[in-house]
């Protein structure tokens, strides 16, 4: 399997910012696409962030513009930087290998490798 570790999270003003990591396995950033996913109490699991092998991104319209994915293979962590929060940006942030369709509990779809997750708690 791939292990992978986010830290980062935390709690922050609405406009506020936090910066996520997701630290992995040697060479896992190399040899997979990669996702931040995100899950608040309640709702299903949602995609927010991809990065590919080759660098390219793409975002959910929820955070695009306010949202950046970035990756560091030689350090094997990506991050996903999170300005202008919002309290609807409050969930638990989960990275992922192979970014698919998704649904239920983010872990539960276990053709994928996932982290154990980290808290975002976005106040008003």
């Known amino acids: 399997g791939v292990d992978l570790v986010e830290s980062g999270g935390g709690s922050a003003q609405a406009g506020g910012s936090l910066t996520l990591s997701c630290t992995a396995d040697e060479h896992t950033l190399e040899y997979f696409d990669m996702g931040w996913y995100r899950q608040a109490p309640g709702d299903e699991c949602e995609v927010v962030a991809v990065?590919?092998?080759?660098?390219?991104?793409d975002y959910d319209a929820r955070v695009a513009g306010r949202f950046t994915i970035s990756k560091d293979n030689a350090k094997d962590t990506m991050y996903l930087q999170m300005n202008g929060l919002k309290p609807e940006d409050t969930a638990v942030y989960y990275c992922?290998?192979?970014?698919?369709?998704?649904?239920?509990?983010?872990?539960?779809?276990?053709?994928?490798?996932w982290g154990q997750g980290t808290q975002v708690t976005v106040s008003s």
């Open positions: 990065i590919n092998r080759d660098g390219s991104r």
């Open positions: 992922a290998t192979d970014p698919s369709a998704v649904v239920g509990n983010c872990r539960d779809n276990d053709y994928m490798y």
